[in-house]
């Protein structure tokens, strides 16, 4: 982060430990926060100078980028050191979809404003930095059992168990890099498209690997990410949320210069299903996206909703409904291709032209349908004979697991060669760049958080 002649500091008189300015990120203009823990507490004059940098921001149309350490609001200032701290986050929630918000917890971030992390968009956490809202000893004392920093709030266990962090790095300087390369797919605000991006690897490269790629066994599992790096300009993807749900792949790419975010279901983990924490992680994705005018790309197989007791306790229908719920209000442009399985109520909420999407394609090897042969035989067909099941498994497969049935009926747009997959996203891009939705005028919806 470099000071240029274009930067400036906000409220430079006022003492205390947070400090703000117009700064640049390798080239990206930003507003820039900055909260010092060294100085251990936030006072009301360090919130109302968050305030006055989201303020600029949404003006002026900057990202808001902060690195962030800080342990609460200060107990000598009392209640208006935490109204203080309130005017700030509801600063930052002003700024949600207008302008983009990156977090850096840069050391550790504790009591309310942790949870500025969970209003962010973005959040890059230092290996060393951790987070919680209630430290080790309130916790002891509620619950009669002991346990440090990094066990309740280290930046592994939100990596990969609370899903709160984008990525760890191992520090500041992995930090502005990581932030710099996720803002170059981003636009400066919601009123500009995102930037394009010129690319020597041309649209027309075709992907032949793509037709070996689906094993041929049905259960056979295989990493998604190689089809993602296949299509995209470069074969270069920056994924978020990498350690989180590791059923459902969220990533950034360009195609054809177009800077694209990518939903895909992972076989390689849970065989692709779909829970709690992979629809909760692929709806704030589709509502980043959407919020920024960047085009959506949904690829999928999926045998379904992942089944269990404890997630339907913890809220199954909820959670998943979150996912249809970010994708039927999305208004940028959205593509969808069936790899291989894309079957009942998962087939419907990772973009199915139901939802609403522009253009929906499959694979020859796509499996579209209310569930698997196997399934659909055990309940149709309860008294047959194991040879009599085999036979009709083999003819429900035949007339209705393939892509073109879904076709006839107009659910699927076109079945592609996987090989021309990459020019056929582009294609699509390209013809799709001018779409314009808007919604009916309302004061918001009623998303199921």
């Not at 991006?197 to 027309?204: E, L, W």
């Amino acid at each position: 982060m470099t000071d240029g002649p274009g930067s400036i500091e906000l409220r430079a008189g006022i003492q205390g430990s947070v400090r703000a300015g117009v700064r640049s990120i390798n080239g990206h203009q930003v507003v820039s926060i900055s909260i010092d823990g060294d100085l251990r507490s936030m006072t009301q004059a360090d919130g109302l100078t968050i305030s006055a940098a989201c303020e600029l921001a949404r003006a002026k149309g900057h990202p808001v980028v902060g690195f962030v350490q800080s342990t609460g609001a200060d107990v000598r200032e009392g209640i208006i050191a935490a109204h203080g701290w309130g005017s700030a986050v509801r600063a930052m929630i002003k700024c949600s979809g207008i302008v983009p918000t990156v977090l850096v917890a840069t050391g550790p971030i504790v009591s309310g404003p942790a949870l500025m992390l969970g209003i962010a968009d973005v959040v890059v956490m230092v290996e060393d930095a951790y987070a919680f809202v209630s430290g080790p000893a309130m916790v002891e004392q509620f619950t009669g059992l002991p346990v440090g920093h990094d066990e309740l709030g280290g930046a592994s266990v939100h990596a990969t168990r609370s899903g709160v962090v984008t990525a760890v790095v191992a520090d500041e300087d992995a930090a502005v890099e990581l932030v710099s390369e996720i803002l170059s797919y981003l636009p400066d605000s919601n009123s500009d498209l995102p930037p394009f991006r010129a690319t020597a690897d041309s649209v027309d490269r075709p992907c032949p690997e793509l037709r070996e790629i689906v094993p041929t066994n049905a259960s056979g599992s295989y990493d998604v990410r190689h089809v993602i790096e296949a299509i995209a300009d470069d074969q270069v993807i920056t994924e978020l949320r990498g350690q989180w749900a590791g059923n459902l792949i969220t990533a950034f790419a360009n195609v054809g210069g177009h800077a694209v975010g990518i939903v895909a279901n992972q076989p390689q983990v849970l065989a692709g299903t779909l829970d709690i924490a992979a629809s909760q992680k692929g709806a704030r994705f589709v509502g980043l996206c959407d919020a920024f005018n960047i085009p959506l790309l949904t690829f999928v197989d999926t045998p379904g909703f992942q089944p269990g007791k404890d997630l339907e306790w913890r809220g199954m229908i909820r959670h998943g409904a979150q996912l249809a719920f970010a994708y039927a209000r999305a208004t940028v442009p959205r593509i969808s291709i069936t790899l291989r399985k894309s079957y009942g109520g998962a087939y419907i909420v990772m973009d199915s032209k139901t939802m609403g999407n522009d253009l929906a394609m499959a694979w020859p090897s796509a499996e579209i349908a209310v569930m698997g042969a196997k399934g659909a035989v055990e309940i149709l067909h309860r008294t047959a004979s194991a040879e009599e099941r085999v036979e009709i498994e083999t003819d429900y497969e035949a007339r209705l697991l393939n892509p073109y049935v879904a076709a006839e009926r107009g659910s699927i747009d076109m079945v592609i060669d996987p090989a021309d997959t990459r020019r056929q996203i582009a294609e699509a891009l390209d013809l799709l760049a001018t779409k314009r939705e808007r919604l009916p005028r309302r004061r918001h919806d009623n998303s199921p958080l």
